[in-house]
Each structure stands twice: as structure tokens, then as C-alpha cells.
């Protein structure tokens, strides 16, 4: 019975992640994009970008060197699936990793052991966030490795150096995943400092705690060290985020509340059984019940492609989320029955190693949620994901919760194998493929995968989505940069145009728009009318907050109109703001030659071949697809001078698609 139990289990877990990964919508999760153009910048430029080079490169690089790995196949599809595929397979090694811990602390009870890889493996956030892009299931598997491989050392009786050096490479591997699996690592610290106390200091014990700490950090260091210390070196800190990039400081700012209260910790609003999208009013002050329902169903809408993207309510979505928060009330019950039952063990017996583990990892997890909820104070930041290093002790508390009911009557200790097979039966309906209640369903890609083709030269497919009756401004914009990068500046043009009759979602876009429409112009040969639209988009934005590559484009037209003075003073002024742009050193050099100034023209030259194929510092020009929605980022066009003041689109030397007129 519980061999067909695990096969059941196991089985069906494993098929709804392969089934998801391959069979499901392609290219969907939180911040798909930012986790796809770590990859690009990996494939580029062979180098690890800084952390304040765009929104998404504050993460360490493991996660994304498996994903640069995929995307020498060549093809958008493995380099997504096999994300997909890399997350389920993190997924399903906590939920093993779980089993591992309870079966060898409950040898009599094998049963407790599928009940804990049950329990991980369907609870709803691991299902829907196992394919995204990302790399929380990265960091969260090597996290709990390390966290078991030091539960298992600690336990010994006497712990092996051995035992410590592994701890001491997954914590590594962990740190280079997420910075934010810190807390993990420090929770083994804490686990074991407290098992000396209570064991009682000697010199003796004082000497070997102290070796196995230089054990553990020696790997640690080597593997993790480099990347921090970068960080350190650069930032003053080693835990550089995103939230100081501004163009992340602007969306976080404009995401409400916008501070947090005490009270937010308290909220439980009568009106999140009426509408649960968290941004609504309601939920956006209530921390709890918004995360709740954020761990049993997907409230963010990212695995809903067939329904409204705009997290508008929706009856048939509602109904499943509060269904689900509903069905999470009994393992959530059997968690809070399992948490007392493991803290009272805890604190009776010095040596219950694993029960105080537990808890320090549960509370270390719970404050580093509650404060980063309280820095970044915005809806979004209420993800159930930034709780997945509790899944250890989460398993580890459901078990202990089912066994205080077995302990008071045999059928209780029922309860829980029945709620874990109903759960794991709704999740794996509702969360495969398929129609209707079917969520992830294939023939509902996120147009970013389209996006993404276009990234690998796959045109002709893309053409067929961003088409000329699209219905919004992205989508328009999205099949002109299809256009632009295929050689064909007059459509692209025309499509350009299109975009500007059409309402724009963001004023502040406008200069990026403007930019591109004149890059059209300038290769469709308009260089008048290119001029025209920078000059406007440089008075837009002023001379204090010009964009670079509007004065790139603006220099390398007036070059063509013979004004090589005012080019020379426009590249000048580009390079002041951003010293490591390799087309303004290009079309610097091709200025100072028409000048006469051979031997500054050719210093110019040498600077060019210093910031072409390094990785840039700054902001990376080129990673992108060149068309990402409404946002302003890899939608930075910029022209390339000939010494016969003809044009091209510039592209970084190591793009990987590489279509006709681009360098």
C-alpha cells in the first residue's frame, strides 16, 4: 500500500511539472523578462553584470549560468522548457529532501515520509512558480540541501568535518542561487551555536565548533565569495539589490500602499472573501491573508494566460482562489497544531536537533519576509514565493501536526493522508494543462515568448502575433523592432507611426518612442525628419536628463549633414554621461578624422575596441529584444557612422541574431 501510495505520489507530481514545463504556456512567471535577459547578458558577454545595471541583475549567477547552458542549443523553446524543467526538478528534490529528514527521524513510521513529500510537492506555490524562469526554485532547493546535509551532521553524535565541508559547498551553491538564502545559512549558525550552549561550552567543544565553522565557511566563501565580494568592493555592500536602480525605485513608488503599518500584520478584512486580487484596496494593507492566498492559488494571474492579464477580478478565478484558501485551512491547522508540538519538544530535550532547526529557519524566514514587506512596502512584494525557504519546516510541521492526532486517536492520524490526497488531486486538476478548469494551457503563450523568438532571428513566426490590426500600442511597437532588426526601416516606420496615432500608457516613454521613430527615418534615408524628432525628444527630456542615445543619434545626423563641430560636441556630451557607450567612441573617432584630429580620432578607436566586447558598465545596451512593451529597456537604438557618413543600426558584437544592415 505505500509503495502505490509513493508511485501515486511521486508519479503525479513529477508528470504535472513535466506536463507544465512542456505541454504548458511557455514564458510566464514574475519578472519573466528581467530572469531571461540575465541569460542574454551571460550569452553576450561572457561576464556577470553588476548589480545596478538593470532591475534584474542584482541576483547572483548560478541559476542563470544553467540557462545560458540551454541557450547554446540555439532555440528559444529549450532555453524556456529547460528552465521549466530545471524548476520542477528543484521543486521535487525539496520535496525528497523533506522525506529524507522525516524518514530518518521516524524509521518506524515510513508512512510520515510520503506525507511530507505530499506536502510539498502540491502545495499550489510550488506547483505554478516550479516553471517560471526564475530562480527562487533554484535557490530554494540548495538552500534546503545545505539545511538538511547540517541537520544530518548536527545530529551525529560527534559531527564530521566531512559532513560540514558538504553543508559548507550547498550553502555555497545556495548564496550563489539568492542572496536572500542568507537566512538559511544563518539559521545553521544559529542551530548550531545554540546546540553548544545547551550543551555546555568547554574548551574542548569551544575549538571544534569553531573548526566546523571554518569547515563550512571555507567552501562558502570560495564558491560564493567572489560574486559579494565584487559587490562589497563596488557598493560598499555585498547585498546590493535593485531597489536603489531608479527606474525600480519609480514602479516601486507607484505601487500602493506605500508604507507599512503595525496594523498590516493584523488585518483579516470580511472583504477578501468578496475579491481576493491582491491589489485590490482591501489587500493591499492585510500582509497575511494576501500572502495566505498567494501560497494556495496563483492571485497574481501569472499562470492564468487564457484570463484577463490586467488582475482584474474574474467570477471562475475568484471562486478558485478562495476555494483553494479554503482547502488550505486544514494543513494550515495541522501546521499550527505541528508548530506547538515541535516547539514544546524543543525546548524539553537539549539534543532535538532537528525540531529547533526547524523553528529557527520558520522564525529566521517569517522576519526577513516581515522586513522586506515593510522596506519594499508595495502589493507586489506579497508573494508567497519569497516564503519558500519555509517549505523544510512547513513538511516537517505537518508531520509533527499528524502525529499529535494519531497519538489522541488512530483515525485522526487519518486526517491528514486524506486532506493531502484531496489537495494533490484539485491541484494537479485545476494546475495541468488543458481546458477549462485547466489553467496553464499551452495555445496561451505569453507574448513575451514571441518576443523571445524574435530575440533568436525566428521573424516570420513573430510577424503572425504582432500584426497590423493589433489591437494595443506594445504589439505595434513590438512588429515594428521586428521590422527595424530585419532590415526593413520603412515598415518599420510606418509601424512606428501607427504606435504614436495610438494613446501612450506612460508620458515618459515618449523620448524612447521618439528615438526609435527617428531611427527608422534615419535608415528609411529622412535624415531631415530623424532630426526633427530628436530634437523634439531631447527638449522633451532636457539637457539635465537627456538620454544618451539621443544625442548618439543626434551627433551621427549631424555628421551627415556635415556638422561635424556639433557632432563632436553632442558625442562629447554622451560619453560625460555614460563613458563605456561603444557606438558614441565609433562615431567619435569617424568625427575627430573628418577634423583632422587623426591621433584623438584614433584614441577614440582604441576606447571603442575597449567597450565593444567587454561587458558594459552601465546600463547594457543591446540585451534585450529591442522591443519590451512599453518599457523603455533594449529599446535604445542607436546609429553606427561609416567614414562615408552612411548609417547603421548598431548591435553588440556578440548579438545573436544578427539581421541585414546591423553591425
Known amino acids: 500500500m505505500l509503495l502505490l501510495g509513493w508511485i501515486a505520489s511521486a508519479g503525479l507530481a513529477t508528470a504535472l511539472r513535466g506536463w507544465n514545463a512542456i505541454f504548458g504556456p511557455l514564458f510566464y512567471g514574475y519578472d519573466a523578462w528581467g530572469h531571461i535577459a540575465y541569460v542574454f547578458f551571460l550569452d553576450m558577454y561572457r561576464a556577470v553584470p553588476y548589480a545596478d545595471q538593470g532591475w534584474s541583475y542584482f541576483h547572483p549567477p ?36 523533506a522525506a529524507w529528514i522525516v524518514r530518518r527521524r521516524f524509521p518506524a513510521r515510513p508512512g510520515y515520509a510520503l506525507l511530507a513529500f505530499t506536502a510539498i510537492a502540491f502545495l499550489p506555490v510550488h506547483v505554478y512558480t516550479s516553471p ?24 551525529r553524535e560527534s559531527p564530521r568535518i566531512a559532513g560540514d565541508v558538504l553543508t559548507g559547498v550547498l550553502a555555497g551553491l545556495a548564496m550563489l542561487s539568492k542572496f536572500t538564502d542568507l537566512i538559511p545559512v544563518l539559521a545553521m549558525g544559529a542551530l548550531s551555536a545554540l546546540m553548544w550552549l545547551r550543551a555546555g561550552p568547554t574548551r574542548a567543544t569551544t575549538a571544534r565548533l569553531a573548526r566546523r565553522a571554518v569547515a ?141 532547526g526547524m523553528w529557527i529557519l520558520a522564525a529566521g524566514t517569517f522576519a526577513a519576509f516581515v522586513l522586506f514587506s515593510i522596506r519594499v512596502p508595495t502589493w507586489a512584494a506579497l508573494k508567497a514565493s519569497y516564503l519558500l525557504n519555509l517549505s523544510l519546516p512547513y513538511a516537517w510541521f505537518i508531520v509533527r501536526g499528524t502525529q499529535v ?44 515568448m514571441h518576443q523571445l ?25 513590438s512588429r515594428a523592432a521586428v521590422e527595424l532588426q530585419d ?33 527608422a527615418y534615419a535608415l528609411d534615408d529622412h535624415p ?33 549633414e556635415g556638422d561635424w563641430a556639433g557632432a563632436a560636441a553632442d558625442l562629447h556630451d554622451a560619453l560625460a554621461a555614460a563613458p ?54 533594449g529599446q535604445r537604438y542607436m546609429l553606427m557612422l561609416a567614414p562615408d557618413a552612411s548609417l547603421s543600426l548598431y548591435r553588440p558584437p556578440r548579438a545573436r541574431n544578427r539581421p541585414r544592415g546591423v553591425r
Not at 70 to 79: K, T
Not at 406 to 429: F, H, K, Q, T
Not at 537 to 551: D, I, N, V, Y
Request: charged share 20%; no cysteine; glycine share 8%.
Open 132 to 155: 517560471m524562469p526564475g530562480n527562487e526554485m533554484t535557490a530554494t532547493f540548495f538552500a534546503a540541501a545545505a539545511f538538511a546535509a547540517h541537520l544530518r551532521n548536527e545530529s
Open 216 to 356: 563550512i565557511a571555507i567552501p562558502l566563501l570560495v564558491l560564493a565569495g567572489p560574486y559579494y565580494g565584487r559587490n562589497l568592493a563596488e557598493f560598499g555592500t555585498p547585498f546590493m539589490t535593485s531597489a536603489d536602480v531608479p527606474d525600480v525605485h519609480r514602479i516601486q513608488a507607484s505601487q500602493p500602499p506605500g508604507e507599512r503599518a503595525l496594523v498590516d500584520f493584523f488585518r483579516f478584512p470580511a472583504a477578501v472573501l468578496d475579491e481576493s486580487v491582491p491589489s485590490a484596496p482591501h489587500m493591499i494593507h492585510a500582509v497575511w491573508p494576501n500572502t495566505y492566498l498567494n501560497v494556495w492559488f496563483d492571485t497574481f494571474r501569472e499562470s492564468q494566460l487564457p484570463f484577463p492579464r490586467d488582475l482584474t477580478p474574474h467570477p471562475f478565478i475568484h471562486q478558485l482562489t478562495i476555494g483553494f484558501g479554503v482547502l488550505g485551512i486544514l494543513p494550515g491547522l495541522l501546521v499550527l497544531l505541528g508548530a506547538g508540538s515541535s516547539a514544546r519538544r524543543a525546548l524539553r530535550d537539549p539534543g532535538n536537533v532537528v525540531d529547533a
Open 487 to 519: 532590415g526593413n526601416p520603412r515598415v518599420a516606420r510606418r509601424f512606428y507611426e501607427r504606435a504614436g496615432q495610438m494613446e501612450s500608457a506612460d508620458p515618459d516613454q515618449e523620448p524612447y518612442w521618439l528615438n526609435r521613430l527617428a531611427v
Open 405 to 448: 492526532l494519531r497519538r489522541r486517536d488512530p483515525w485522526l492520524g487519518a486526517v491528514a493522508p486524506i486532506v493531502m490526497a484531496v489537495l494533490a488531486l484539485a491541484v494537479s486538476y485545476v494546475f495541468a494543462t488543458g481546458r477549462p478548469p485547466g489553467l496553464m494551457r499551452r495555445d496561451f503563450d505569453s507574448m513575451q
Open 453 to 477: 523568438r524574435a530575440h533568436f532571428g525566428e521573424y516570420a513566426a513573430v510577424r503572425q502575433i504582432f500584426r497590423i490590426d493589433a489591437p494595443k500600442r506594445s504589439y505595434i511597437e
Open 62 to 97: 548560478l541559476h542563470y549560468l544553467f540557462g545560458w547552458a540551454l541557450m547554446q542549443s540555439g532555440s528559444p523553446d529549450v532555453l524556456v522548457v529547460g528552465l521549466s524543467l530545471l524548476g520542477g526538478a528543484a521543486s521535487l528534490g525539496v520535496a525528497v529532501l
Open 528 to 560: 531631415e525628419r530623424a532630426r526633427i524628432l530628436l530634437d523634439d525628444a531631447l527638449a522633451f527630456r532636457g539637457k539635465e536628463r537627456a538620454l544618451e542615445e539621443l544625442l548618439v543619434n543626434r551627433a551621427a545626423l549631424r555628421a551627415r
Open 580 to 633: 563605456g557607450l561603444p557606438p558614441a567612441w565609433w562615431n567619435l573617432a569617424v568625427v575627430l578624422d573628418r577634423l583632422g584630429r587623426t591621433q584623438d580620432a584614433e584614441a577614440a578607436r582604441r576606447r571603442f575596441d575597449e567597450t565593444a566586447s567587454p561587458a558594459p558598465r552601465g546600463f547594457p545596451y543591446g540585451v534585450g529584444n529591442g522591443f519590451l512593451y512599453e518599457s523603455g529597456a
